[in-house]
């Protein structure tokens, strides 16, 4: 597996990539909006429209049934709205209100998170139109605050509305919004995804959600990029260095189905075309459209609507308007969609942190299909045992145990038997497991390998084998021998493949006598066990990574059998998602990822590493079948990693299989 750090600059680093920028001249645009620099003139206001009795620090437009409205941050009657003559339609009368942010929806409401400095609290509002087609504001819930929030700013991911709230502090939390029951009329639900660490002085923020990017104004550091989506590794780059703005500048503002990103900057109003770097940085020269001074004032928030720029100053009395034309906006990429599938349930966190769970084996219980194991190896710890309700039943603290997987046993006491790779000590552990689901540990035996990471089982003509790759690429098969049916055993070396770099996840078709493994950077070998073990067999390359339907590193993988036919799961960990071929490995049918499922309080999964699958019916949960897949990336709130469950009838729902 390829885990990649978060991303932070060293101290050295962060100084001279923040601080190095431009300045200097001013920039303009020219009519194939492209940036060029010159000289120009500040901008005079061609109108203001005064305040009556409001003292606001930040604005935004918006429209409610096709009518235009102007929305203002108050610190003196919390939020008010204008309509386009200035006319005020709706006000809080009351509270601190010095930062808002607004989502718009699909039925033409709008979500308004604001921060009330009075209250000391986080409020999540609908701003919509009563019968009379008057607006109205609904609050939905509020959330105390241990310190005062300076960023606000939504995002949409799948189907959810989250959250990104900033204190003074520089701490950021990721909220996903949950909605009441409109039966019970219960209140919105503010679920904890995860924390996120600026430092102080922090502004704004904005996100676009069409790239999956959150942009964080820290001034007079710069403006940061990552990614959005707490299931992706964090990227945090630079997109703007501070020396190139100043030490004053925020108001993130994100034009409305558009791709430019509008901030201020001391005098100024600046925008920025955004997409024409990759994830990391931006170089502000090729990206920045649009640079000018107002004339007498220091805006800190500003909002373009067609032929017209709407600036405000700190505590300001009035909104000033100028005249701006640029070129057509180029529209916002479409968001990239992929089927997804919600888990049913989880399992406990491991007791280890940092990346530790890795791979689980489902033991079907053949009295009572509900009364199911699942087995999940903690790589820093050892073999949990858990119930289909992801409760942790037993613990076996033997090491370093990576890849784990078990096939049904002749051996008297027991249903099954259960292997698993050992780093601790190069080795095999192995388990028994009763029929009544009681785990108990077989020992272990070394292995002639020095660093054994995946695994897999088969049986063939009631004996059973193990595969175990090596990191540094190459498969071992193994038999596991037991002694005249008692429970001590050996391993039996049967042959070697060679590879050409890295291996970890395998699974055999023991009906076809067929093995799949993967090479990470490469794709999904196949080989005939048959022939290979006639001394003839090679493996052959039936899915190659190409970046799209498979994303490397190319991870677990496991086989729904049923019957004559059956599927391949594997995972595609570069994608956060999950790669569904034919059961010979031929064929791509289609992929798919796991969401969140917030009315379940669990999020989905990503960066994983193992997974395993059947096809018994395990109850009324799983009537045709489960998945169950390693989460890297334990949100909701962040905890250690564990397994996500998730019902097949899902995900055949979704792939229409």
Same mark, same amino acid.
């Given at each position: 597996?390829?885990?990649?750090?978060?991303?932070?600059?060293?101290?050295?680093?962060?100084?001279?990539?923040?601080?190095?920028?431009?300045? =200097?001249?001013?920039?303009?645009?020219?009519?194939?909006?492209? %940036?060029?620099?010159?000289?120009?003139?500040?901008?005079?206001?061609?109108?203001?429209?005064?305040?009556?009795?409001?003292?606001?620090?930040? #604005?935004? %437009?918006?429209?409610?049934?096709?009518?235009?409205?102007?929305?203002?941050?108050?610190?003196?009657?919390?939020?008010?709205?204008?309509?386009?003559?200035?006319?005020?339609?709706?006000?809080?009368?009351?509270?601190?209100?010095?930062?808002?942010?607004?989502?718009?929806?699909?039925?033409?409401?709008?979500?308004?998170?604001?921060? @009330?400095?009075?209250?000391?609290?986080? $409020?999540?509002?609908?701003?919509? %139109?009563?019968?009379?087609?008057?607006?109205?504001?609904?609050?939905?819930?509020?959330?105390?605050?241990?310190? *005062?929030?300076?960023?606000?700013?939504?995002?949409?991911?799948?189907?959810?509305?989250?959250?990104?709230?900033?204190?003074?502090?520089?701490? =950021?939390?990721?909220?996903?919004?949950?909605?009441?029951?409109?039966?019970?009329?219960?209140?919105?639900?503010?679920?904890?995804?995860? *924390?996120?660490?600026?430092?102080?002085?922090?502004?704004?923020?904005?996100?676009?959600?069409?790239?999956?990017?959150?942009?964080?104004?820290?001034?007079?550091?710069?403006?940061?990029?990552?990614?959005?989506?707490?299931?992706?590794?964090?990227?945090?780059?630079?997109?703007?260095?501070?020396?190139?703005?100043?030490?004053?500048?925020?108001?993130?503002?994100?034009?409305?189905?558009?791709?430019?990103?509008?901030?201020?900057?001391?005098?100024?109003?600046? $925008?920025?075309?955004?997409?024409?770097?990759?994830?990391?940085?931006?170089?502000?020269?090729?990206?920045?459209?649009?640079?000018?001074?107002?004339?007498?004032?220091?805006?800190?928030?500003?909002?373009?609507?067609?032929?017209?720029?709407?600036?405000?100053?700190?505590?300001?009395?009035?909104?000033?308007?100028?005249?701006?034309?640029?070129?057509?906006?180029?529209?916002?990429?479409?968001?990239?969609?992929?089927?997804?599938? /919600?888990?049913?349930?989880?399992?406990?966190?491991? %007791?280890?942190?940092?990346?530790?769970?890795?791979?689980?084996?489902?033991?079907?219980?053949?009295?009572?299909?509900?009364?199911?194991?699942?087995?999940?190896?903690?790589?820093?710890?050892?073999?949990?045992?858990?119930?289909?309700?992801?409760?942790?039943?037993?613990?076996?603290?033997?090491?370093?145990?990576?890849?784990?997987?078990?096939?049904?046993?002749?051996?008297?006491?027991?249903?099954?038997?259960?292997?698993?790779?050992?780093?601790?000590?190069?080795?095999?552990?192995?388990?028994?497991?009763?029929?009544?689901?009681?785990?108990?540990? #077989?020992?272990?035996?070394?292995?002639?390998?020095?660093?054994?990471? =995946?695994?897999?089982?088969?049986?063939?003509?009631?004996?059973?084998?193990?595969?175990?790759?090596?990191?540094? =690429?190459?498969?071992?098969?193994?038999?596991?021998?037991?002694?005249?049916?008692?429970?001590?055993?050996?391993? /039996?070396?049967?042959?070697?493949?060679?590879?050409?770099?890295?291996?970890?996840?395998?699974?055999?078709? @023991?009906?076809?006598?067929?093995?799949?493994?993967?090479?990470?950077?490469?794709?999904?070998?196949?080989?005939?066990?048959?022939?290979?073990?006639?001394?003839?067999?090679?493996?052959?390359?039936?899915?190659?990574?190409?970046?799209?339907?498979?994303? @490397?590193?190319?991870?677990?993988?496991?086989?729904?059998?049923?019957?004559?036919?059956?599927?391949?799961?594997?995972?595609?960990?570069?994608?956060?998602?999950?790669?569904?071929?034919?059961?010979?490995?031929?064929?791509?049918?289609?992929?798919?990822?796991?969401?969140?499922?917030?009315?379940?309080?669990?999020?989905?999964?990503?960066?994983?590493?193992?997974? @395993?699958?059947?096809?018994?019916?395990?109850?009324?949960?799983?009537?045709?079948?489960?998945?169950?897949?390693?989460?890297?990336?334990?949100?909701?709130?962040?905890?250690?990693?564990?397994? /996500?469950?998730?019902?097949?009838?899902?995900?055949?729902?979704?792939?229409?299989?």
């Amino acid at each position: 597996m390829r885990h990649q750090p978060l991303r932070t600059l060293s101290i050295a680093t962060a100084l001279c990539a923040l601080l190095l920028g431009c300045g =200097g001249a001013e920039q303009g645009i020219t009519d194939k909006g492209t %940036t060029e620099k010159r000289a120009a003139a500040p901008l005079r206001t061609e109108s203001a429209l005064p305040l009556d009795n409001v003292v606001a620090d930040q #604005l935004d %437009t918006l429209a409610l049934d096709g009518q235009s409205y102007l929305l203002l941050a108050s610190e003196t009657r919390g939020l008010v709205l204008l309509d386009d003559s200035g006319a005020e339609v709706l006000s809080l009368q009351r509270g601190k209100i010095e930062r808002f942010a607004l989502q718009p929806q699909v039925d033409g409401s709008w979500l308004l998170a604001s921060y @009330d400095k009075n209250r000391g609290e986080l $409020a999540l509002r609908r701003l919509s %139109t009563n019968a009379d087609g008057m607006p109205q504001l609904q609050l939905l819930t509020a959330h105390k605050t241990a310190a *005062p929030q300076v960023a606000l700013c939504f995002s949409r991911q799948a189907d959810h509305s989250h959250l990104f709230a900033i204190d003074e502090d520089g701490l =950021g939390r990721e909220y996903a919004l949950a909605p009441g029951s409109a039966s019970s009329n219960s209140q919105w639900r503010l679920r904890d995804v995860r *924390p996120l660490y600026f430092g102080e002085q922090v502004s704004s923020c904005a996100v676009d959600d069409a790239r999956g990017h959150l942009y964080v104004a820290q001034p007079p550091l710069g403006i940061w990029r990552l990614n959005s989506n707490a299931e992706r590794d964090e990227a945090r780059g630079v997109f703007v260095a501070g020396g190139a703005l100043g030490d004053d500048f925020g108001g993130l503002w994100l034009e409305k189905g558009a791709d430019r990103l509008w901030f201020t900057s001391g005098r100024q109003v600046r $925008a920025y075309r955004l997409g024409d770097k990759g994830e990391g940085g931006s170089d502000p020269g090729d990206s920045e459209i649009f640079a000018r001074d107002l004339a007498q004032l220091q805006p800190v928030s500003a909002v373009w609507r067609t032929g017209e720029l709407l600036a405000l100053e700190d505590e300001g009395k009035r909104v000033e308007r100028f005249s701006v034309s640029l070129p057509p906006a180029r529209p916002a990429p479409a968001a990239s969609a992929m089927v997804m599938v /919600k888990p049913r349930a989880e399992t406990a966190p491991v %007791t280890s942190g940092g990346d530790a769970a890795d791979d689980p084996a489902i033991w079907v219980n053949p009295r009572d299909s509900a009364a199911s194991r699942i087995l999940g190896t903690d790589k820093k710890s050892g073999l949990n045992v858990y119930d289909l309700s992801g409760a942790l039943r037993q613990h076996f603290p033997v090491g370093r145990l990576n890849n784990v997987d078990l096939r049904p046993t002749d051996v008297p006491g027991f249903s099954a038997i259960a292997a698993a790779s050992n780093r601790s000590t190069a080795g095999i552990n192995l388990f028994g497991i009763t029929a009544g689901g009681e785990v108990q540990s #077989l020992g272990w035996r070394p292995l002639a390998m020095p660093d054994p990471y =995946g695994l897999c089982m088969f049986r063939r003509d009631h004996r059973t084998y193990v595969w175990v790759t090596d990191k540094e =690429g190459g498969l071992q098969l193994l038999e596991i021998a037991f002694e005249d049916r008692d429970r001590d055993w050996r391993l /039996k070396p049967r042959g070697t493949v060679k590879v050409a770099s890295q291996t970890e996840g395998c699974v055999t078709d @023991d009906a076809r006598q067929t093995l799949f493994f993967g090479e990470e950077d490469r794709g999904i070998w196949r080989l005939d066990m048959n022939a290979f073990l006639a001394g003839e067999g090679h493996p052959q390359l039936v899915a190659e990574v190409d970046g799209h339907n498979l994303v @490397d590193d190319v991870e677990g993988m496991s086989l729904y059998v049923d019957g004559d036919s059956g599927y391949l799961v594997v995972s595609s960990q570069g994608s956060n998602s999950y790669a569904l071929y034919s059961r010979d490995g031929s064929r791509f049918l289609g992929r798919f990822r796991v969401g969140a499922d917030l009315q379940r309080g669990i999020d989905g999964s990503s960066e994983t590493d193992g997974l @395993d699958v059947t096809s018994a019916a395990l109850g009324a949960d799983y009537p045709q079948g489960l998945l169950v897949v390693q989460d890297g990336r334990n949100r909701l709130p962040s905890e250690a990693q564990n397994f /996500k469950l998730v019902a097949w009838d899902s995900i055949a729902a979704k792939l229409r299989l």
